[in-house]
C-alpha cells in the first residue's frame, strides 16, 4: 500500500505528463494552422500579383521588389515583421512571469500541505 507522499507525488507527475500532452497537441495545432496559412499567403500572391516586372512568371527576387508598385507590398512586409517580433517577444515575456509564478507558489502550497497533514 502506497503512503500520501507517494499518492501525492505519482499524482503531481501525472498531471504534469497531462500538461505536457495539451501543450504538444497544442503545439501541433498551431504548427499546422501556421503552415495553412502560409500556403493561402502563397497561393494568394501568386494569385494576385501577375509576373513580376522584369521577371519571367514565377520567378521571385529582391530586385523585383524594386518596381513601380511594390511600396504597398514593402510596407506590408515590414509592419508583418514588426508585429510578429512584438507579439513573439509579448508572449515569451508572458511565458517566463507565468513560469516563475508558478515555481515559487507550488513549493509554498506543498510546504504547507505537508506541515497540515503532519499537525494531524
Given at each position: ?11 503531481h ?21 501556421s ?9 494568394l500572391?501568386?494569385?494576385f500579383?501577375?509576373?513580376p516586372?522584369?521577371?519571367?512568371q514565377?520567378m ?49 502550497a506543498?510546504?504547507?500541505k ?7
Open positions: 500500500m502506497r503512503s500520501d507522499k507517494e499518492r501525492i507525488a505519482l499524482l507527475q501525472r498531471a504534469e505528463e497531462l500538461k505536457r500532452q495539451k501543450e504538444k497537441h497544442a503545439l501541433t495545432l498551431w504548427g499546422s494552422a503552415a495553412g496559412l502560409a500556403a493561402l499567403l502563397l497561393v500572391t501568386l494569385q500579383t501577375g509576373a516586372h522584369g521577371l519571367g514565377g521571385f527576387s529582391a530586385s523585383s521588389l524594386l518596381g513601380e508598385s511594390a511600396g504597398g507590398y514593402v510596407l506590408a512586409a515590414v509592419i508583418a515583421f514588426a508585429a510578429g517580433v512584438v507579439i513573439t517577444t509579448l508572449i515569451r515575456r508572458y511565458r517566463s512571469k507565468t513560469k516563475n509564478r508558478n515555481n515559487t507558489e507550488e513549493p509554498k506543498m510546504l504547507e505537508e506541515n497540515e497533514e503532519d499537525n494531524r
